[in-house]
């Protein structure tokens, strides 16, 4: 029987967790890491051949009070605990309906992008594509509008570009921009396991970047976070810059801005690229 989402992300959620985590005790060496499905299915109060067939793809689509007491067992985040539900509901694959044309990047958003003369700020989209940035932007990311549409993206930044997928920090599992991104890229296409664009898109990316792949895998998914992106660009001086993020009106859509240190290389270049640059950049191709 083919995989389903949601028996995909309940196995890697419970492979994820060891007995120390719920409180039981290890009795003997496991032949596969994680709890065995009878332990979830006794936190979540179900009987484990329920368990067996969710996981399995071959049971009727669960009740609320029924998730809620898988994600109980299973430790699962907020974030995580919504996506279960999402992933229920569309059990089932189904080819999603052409979507509305794409929305151009506000004029306020734009006029955001402009003050923040010394901070590469950027405008991404439900995958991560870059929709508008600003000649900071422009600087760190090495002139996305003179790249291929299918370098403008942010994952190409952090999983492909020699700056940023140079430094295994950006892909940590735990706590990373990259666990982020691919997080953030599974939670808003929950309710499209069908989408073949997406489909394409994390084929690419996974052939491309085994770091990807690997976070693909494991399954995660919540919004994107503020934090550290690492960066190795032969024009600054810095290899860390803390981020922000900002989430749109329009769904899927954020605004993410980075700061060099106080008094840095990098902050006089990145001010030095706004005062010569002019005004924020929408992507080519799109409106």
């Known amino acids: 029987m083919p995989e389903t989402p949601l028996g995909a992300f309940l196995r890697a959620r419970r492979?994820?967790?060891?007995?120390?985590?719920?409180?039981?005790?290890?009795?003997?060496?496991?032949r596969t890491p994680g709890l065995r499905r009878e332990e979830v299915a006794a936190r979540a109060g179900i009987s484990p051949d329920y368990y067996a067939r969710l996981e399995q793809g071959r049971?009727?689509?669960?009740?609320?009070?029924v998730l809620d007491g898988?994600?109980?067992?299973?430790?699962?985040?907020?974030?995580e605990r919504a996506y279960l539900h999402r992933l229920?509901?569309?059990?089932?694959?189904?080819?999603?309906?052409?979507?509305?044309?794409?929305?151009?990047?506000s004029a306020s958003t734009l006029a955001?992008?402009?003050?923040?003369?010394?901070?590469?700020?950027?405008?991404?989209?439900?995958?991560?594509?870059?929709?508008?940035?600003?000649?900071?932007a422009a600087l760190l990311m090495a002139e996305p509008a003179r790249r291929p549409p299918h370098e403008r993206n942010l994952l190409w930044q952090v999983f492909c570009c020699p700056y940023g997928s140079r430094s295994a920090d950006n892909h940590a599992p735990e706590r990373s921009i990259g666990a982020d991104l691919?997080?953030?890229?599974?939670?808003?296409?929950?309710?499209?396991?069908?989408?073949?664009?997406?489909?394409?898109?994390?084929?690419?990316f996974s052939a491309a970047s085994p770091a990807f792949a690997a976070l693909w895998s494991q399954h995660r998914a919540g919004?994107?976070?503020?934090?550290?992106?690492?960066?190795?660009?032969?024009?600054?001086?810095?290899?860390?810059?803390?981020?922000?993020v900002l989430a749109l009106p329009e769904p899927g859509r954020y605004v993410f801005a980075c700061l060099a240190p106080p008094g840095s290389r990098a902050r006089r270049a990145f001010a030095a690229a706004h005062?010569?640059?002019?005004?924020?950049?929408?992507s080519p191709g799109r409106p």
């Open 15 to 30: 492979a994820r967790l060891v007995p120390s985590d719920v409180g039981l005790a290890a009795a003997g060496r496991r």
């Open 59 to 65: 049971q009727r689509v669960p009740t609320g009070p």
């Open 70 to 79: 898988i994600a109980d067992a299973l430790h699962l985040a907020d974030a």
């Open 88 to 105: 229920a509901a569309h059990r089932h694959p189904r080819t999603p309906a052409p979507g509305p044309r794409r929305e151009a990047v």
């Open 112 to 136: 955001l992008l402009d003050t923040l003369d010394a901070a590469p700020a950027f405008v991404t989209g439900p995958t991560f594509d870059l929709l508008a940035w600003n000649r900071p």
């Open 182 to 204: 691919v997080a953030s890229l599974r939670a808003h296409h929950a309710d499209r396991p069908a989408d073949r664009a997406l489909a394409d898109l994390v084929g690419r």
């Open 223 to 244: 919004p994107p976070r503020p934090g550290r992106l690492h960066v190795r660009h032969p024009e600054l001086d810095t290899e860390v810059l803390e981020y922000t």
């Open 275 to 282: 005062r010569t640059g002019g005004g924020p950049d929408p």
